[in-house]
């Protein structure tokens, strides 16, 4: 399977990451430095019936699929093309009925496995990388990683053994383990989690804290746009976290996943920490010891409320944003990033009980602090500049929310590129107040 390679774009070895990409000419801040098609992908189970299964288009009126009734499409086209794939699932969700609920990675990997068997040639996903040559990082797992990986094939086997054969259990380890690495959570223009895919030429891209490009999604398409000047022969970064977090957390988090440590040069300088974990001035100066206590509380705290969500009521969520914030702000000033993550919670849970008065108040916070810790051309930022336009606009504050609207407008027409659907929906918003 001969490779087609990608306009302006080579693959080189980076020198201590390995493998990675490069430009063999200019690019401009918002050029489109090249599109790759999902190699396979899933739909999240929660935007069923919203959402296209096969080009994820959102629009009402969905046909559903006749025989299981949970698959959604745009029309009978859409359907057919989308057929090699839902049918691993179609029979199997009759089956279970109610007892169906194999997870994204699983479902991802199971259309994976039957891509690879059916394949003749590359496809158009891998000019650069074919799928089974991405990094799998199998000597670094730990147990529990091993213990979810395990878990993960056994449920490949309960929800698909009827419908499918499997390679041996190394490759299923293998693959899994390589999904782990770089698969690719697809998301709207609000950051709403759409489904999982892979892309095996995007996975090719090193990380940075200070990437000069970012990935969108159009469709099930992950397109590749400059965030800043590039230079022929300059390699390119994406990012594969929130930036939002100190480099310690940062760090931690690309090992834990990624199993790298990052030296780029804010990772080196840390030149952002001393904002991103600013302290209250107070007569009596907070001591060190008072800071590392409150961030090791702010943490747990922060992985106490990602398990609550599945538990406990929004009233109660809230409820634990507001004493968590409380304690925090004992020590933490409010443009901290600890008590800004649980500030956006907050403004999450007050959209959903519609007390939009509580959304904004905690909302005009967060933005406040994200324009100046995020990179000027920021997903979080636009989409924080678009709930807040249309959360004033609710609330009778027209013209404060066309603003903030037209500000989102202008990020999103760099990162998404001007030709987009969610520009041109934005564009049609604005125009109709």
């Not at 086209?77 to 049918?87: A, E, L």
């Not at 199997?92 to 699983?106: K, L, N, Q, R």
């Not at 406990?312 to 634990?320: I, T």
């Not at 968590?324 to 008590?339: E, L």
């Amino acid at each position: 399977m001969k490779s087609e390679g990608i306009a302006g774009i080579e693959q080189f070895a980076s020198p201590g990451k390995g493998r990675g990409l490069r430009v063999s000419r200019a690019y401009g801040v918002g050029e489109l430095l090249f599109s790759c098609p999902a190699y396979s992908y899933v739909l999240s189970v929660k935007e069923r019936g919203l959402i296209c299964e096969q080009c994820f288009t959102r629009k009402k009126g969905l046909a559903k699929c006749g025989k299981c009734k949970k698959a959604f499409y745009c029309n009978v086209n859409c359907q057919k093309k989308n057929w090699p794939m839902h049918k691993l699932e179609c029979n199997a969700m009759c089956t279970f009925g109610e007892s169906w609920c194999p997870s994204e990675t699983v479902r991802l990997v199971a259309r994976i496995i039957s891509r690879l068997r059916d394949q003749k040639e590359r496809s158009p996903s891998e000019k650069l990388l074919l799928l089974k040559d991405m990094e799998a990082h199998m000597e670094d797992l730990d147990n529990e990683k091993r213990e979810m990986t395990e878990a993960h094939i056994a449920g490949l086997h309960h929800f698909y053994s009827k419908h499918m054969d499997f390679p041996d259990h190394q490759a299923l380890l293998t693959l899994f383990s390589q999904v782990h690495c770089n698969g690719f959570t697809v998301e709207d223009e609000e950051l709403s989690n759409l489904g999982l895919a892979i892309f095996p030429d995007i996975a090719l891209m090193n990380h940075s804290c200070c990437p000069n490009v970012i990935i969108t999604y159009k469709g099930v398409n992950a397109e590749v746009r400059a965030v800043q000047e590039i230079s022929p022969g300059q390699e390119i970064y994406t990012s594969y976290i929130d930036l939002l977090y100190p480099t310690e957390d940062r760090i931690e988090k690309l090992r834990d996943v990624y199993y790298f440590s990052c030296d780029c040069k804010e990772c080196t300088t840390k030149s952002m920490d001393k904002v991103k974990m600013k302290v209250r001035k107070l007569r009596d100066k907070i001591s060190q010891k008072d800071t590392r206590d409150m961030v090791r509380y702010a943490r747990n705290t922060m992985e106490d409320f990602r398990r609550a969500k599945h538990e406990k009521s929004p009233a109660e969520l809230l409820e634990m944003c507001e004493l968590s914030i409380d304690k925090m702000s004992t020590v933490f000033d409010d443009s901290n990033v600890y008590i800004l993550h649980m500030m956006y919670q907050a403004m999450g849970i007050c959209l959903y009980m519609e007390n939009y008065d509580g959304a904004v108040r905690y909302g005009e916070k967060v933005m406040k602090s994200y324009t100046v810790l995020y990179p000027a051309h920021s997903l979080n930022i636009a989409s924080m500049y678009m709930k807040m336009g249309r959360l004033y606009i609710v609330l009778d504050r027209k013209s404060t929310g066309i603003s903030s609207l037209q500000k989102a407008l202008a990020i999103m027409e760099v990162v998404h590129g001007k030709d987009h659907i969610y520009v041109k929906e934005l564009k049609q918003e604005i125009c109709g107040q």
